[in-house]
């Protein structure tokens, strides 16, 4: 699988994980002039676009070496879920062991984490399904 995919994942994962933020947590109608944020998606993709291409990147090539080193033939979608959930579980507890947060906030970060990389994955999962389907219409087409 090529990186050129993996980083088009990473920035079409951002882009949903920003939306999603955005339908959760709308804009303020009137934020107030000393507002930091006014809209929680511009700040949720400038944050997170950097870490799905330095940290999200890497850990999905990892997981496909592993997959790839185990050699599995049946249930490697359920097996992948699996390791997505444990490495945003594993990432979001380093970052809570680096910034201590408190309890409310870090149970968040968890879930945002294991979240963001679930949604990696379902992004790559439809990226990999469309590259499959353009190429067999494109055999057909060219046939």
């Known amino acids: 699988m090529g990186l050129f995919l993996k980083i088009l994942t990473a920035f079409i994962s951002s882009v949903m994980l920003a939306v999603i933020?955005?339908?959760?947590?709308?804009?303020?109608?009137?934020?107030?002039?000393g507002s930091v944020v006014g809209d929680p998606s511009s700040l949720v993709f400038t944050f997170s676009l950097p870490?799905?291409?330095?940290?999200?990147?890497?850990?999905?090539?990892?997981?496909?070496w592993i997959v790839?080193?185990?050699?599995?033939?049946?249930l490697i979608f359920l097996y992948k879920i699996v390791m997505y959930i444990i490495a945003g579980g594993l990432i979001g507890g380093i970052v809570i062991l680096i910034f201590?947060?408190?309890?409310?906030?870090?149970?968040?970060?968890?879930?945002l984490t294991v979240g963001s990389s679930l949604l990696y994955y379902l992004v790559l999962s439809v990226v990999l399904i469309f590259r499959k389907y353009t190429k067999k219409t494109e055999r057909t087409i060219l046939k």
């Open 21 to 33: 933020i955005n339908i959760i947590f709308p804009p303020p109608k009137n934020p107030s002039v």
């Open 100 to 111: 201590p947060l408190g309890l409310y906030t870090s149970r968040y970060l968890l879930y």
């Open 68 to 74: 790839k080193k185990m050699r599995l033939t049946k």
């Open 51 to 64: 870490v799905f291409l330095v940290i999200g990147v890497p850990t999905s090539l990892l997981i496909e």
